[in-house]
């Protein structure tokens, strides 16, 4: 077995792998699939009558910057979405009252609902 040290945000960790005959062939593992779990509050059907609010870009949800259930205007900013190790404030595409569907700290992909404004 080889050690290795591995440094990951200012912190060693040391790793051990162990050596295999070059003819030796390692039984095929599934490909990772990421699994993204939707909290229950979150699992309620889009409003008919609400406009959705999309992601533009994969990132993490950061910080809201309006309460849940608040009054919101066209173009104010209602969320901070993290991409690249920038903050981007994306702002309502309406007025109206917000629901989110999404949570602080989640991931996000392109395309993912972020809220409901209605």
């Known amino acids: ?22 003819d030796a062939v390692a039984p095929a593992m ?8 939707k909290p229950a509050a979150f ?4 409003s008919a009558n609400g406009e959705k609010l999309l992601s ?4 993490l ?11 919101v205007k066209k173009d104010q900013p ?7 190790k920038m903050d981007n404030d994306i702002t309502s595409p309406c ?5 989110f569907k999404t949570a602080v700290g989640n991931n996000v ?3 993912a609902l972020l809220a409901v404004i209605g």
């Open 30 to 37: 599934p490909a990772a699939t990421p699994s993204v779990s």
């Open 56 to 59: 533009p870009f994969p990132g």
């Open 78 to 84: 209602v969320l901070v979405l993290e991409a690249m």
């Open 43 to 46: 699992a309620a059907d889009v």
């Open 95 to 99: 007025d109206g009252k917000i629901s």
């Open 109 to 111: 992909e392109t395309n």
């Open 61 to 71: 949800i950061k910080q809201f910057l309006v309460e849940e259930g608040a009054t």
């Open 1 to 22: 077995m080889r050690k290795f040290i591995i440094t990951i945000d200012g912190k060693n960790y040391e790793v051990g792998v162990e050596e295999v005959a070059a």
